[in-house]
C-alpha cells in the first residue's frame, strides 16, 4: 500500500509569490491534516480537512488556505509569501481520529 | 490551551541500555496520544497510538504508557541500537480538536 505522497519536494520561491503544495493521503484515507515544522516553533498544525469538509485550522494568517477533493487529495496554497514561511510542511492522512497519523516526507519550502 | 513537553531535548546512550522518554501535556482531556519517530530531513513515522481509555500500547521493542490523570506518558526502548537514533515526538488530540505536538528528543544510540 502507497503511503502519504507529497509534492514538490522542494521549492524555492521568492518573497511575494504564491505556492501551492500537493498530497495524496493513504488510499481510503478520509482524513488528511497539514503542518509546518521548523525549528524554532516545532510542529505547528494548520489545518485538518475530512471528506472535502475543514474540521480545524490552525492559529495561521489567512494567507494560508487548503483543500480537500473529492478523491481525497489535498492541497494548501500560500500567498504573499514571507521570509518566515521557509519551513517543511507536512501532511498527514487518516481513516479518523481514533487512528493513527501517517506522514508523508513533506516539501521543503525556502523563500529568498 | 493544550502544552506538551517532552524531556529531556536530548539523550545520548550507549547501545543495549533500556531507556524512558517522557511527555507530559497541561489537559488530561484528551482523546489519544501518539508516538512517533523522525529522522533527519523525513516526515513522521508512526509508533504507537494509545487511545484515551487505554493505559499502554506495546510494539516489539517499544511500549508506551499513559496516565491521564497525571498528564503524562512515556515511552520505553529496550536494548536500544544505533538504528534507533533520531527524534521521537509525543503528539496529544485533545478531545475533538487538532493533534498539539512537543519539541521532540533527540535520541542518539552510540555503538
Known amino acids: 500500500k502507497a503511503g502519504v505522497t507529497q509534492t514538490p519536494r522542494y521549492l524555492i520561491k521568492t518573497r511575494g509569490q504564491q505556492v501551492t503544495l500537493s498530497c495524496s493521503p493513504i488510499?481510503?484515507?478520509?482524513?488528511v491534516s497539514w503542518y509546518q515544522q521548523t525549528p524554532g516553533q516545532g510542529l505547528q498544525f494548520l489545518f485538518e480537512?475530512?471528506?472535502?469538509?475543514?474540521?480545524n485550522k490552525g492559529n495561521f494568517p489567512g494567507r494560508f488556505s487548503g483543500r480537500q477533493f473529492s478523491n481525497s487529495r489535498s492541497e494548501m496554497n500560500v500567498s504573499t509569501l514571507e521570509l518566515g514561511d521557509s519551513a517543511l510542511y507536512l501532511c498527514?492522512?487518516?481513516?479518523?481520529?481514533?487512528?493513527?497519523?501517517?506522514f508523508g516526507n513533506g516539501t521543503r519550502l525556502t523563500v529568498t | 490551551k493544550q502544552e506538551v513537553t517532552q524531556i529531556p531535548a536530548a539523550l545520548s546512550v550507549p547501545e543495549g541500555e533500556n531507556l524512558v522518554l517522557n511527555c507530559s501535556f497541561t489537559?488530561?482531556?484528551?482523546?489519544?496520544l501518539q508516538w512517533f519517530r523522525q529522522d533527519p530531513g523525513k516526515g513522521l513515522t508512526s509508533l504507537l497510538l494509545?487511545?484515551?481509555?487505554?493505559r499502554e500500547q506495546t510494539s516489539g521493542r517499544l511500549n508506551a504508557s499513559l496516565d491521564k490523570s497525571s498528564g503524562r506518558s512515556t515511552l520505553y526502548i529496550a536494548a536500544s541500537q544505533p538504528g534507533d537514533s533520531a527524534t521521537y515526538l509525543c503528539?496529544?488530540?485533545?478531545?475533538?480538536?487538532?493533534?498539539?505536538f512537543g519539541a521532540g528528543t533527540r535520541l542518539t544510540v552510540k555503538p
Open positions: 498527514a492522512s487518516s481513516l479518523g481520529w481514533d487512528s493513527p497519523l501517517h
Open positions: 488510499s481510503g484515507h478520509r482524513s
Open positions: 480537512y475530512f471528506s472535502e469538509t475543514q474540521r
Open positions: 489537559d488530561s482531556a484528551i482523546y489519544n
Open positions: 494509545i487511545q484515551s481509555s487505554q
Open positions: 503528539a496529544v488530540r485533545p478531545n475533538n480538536n487538532d493533534m498539539r
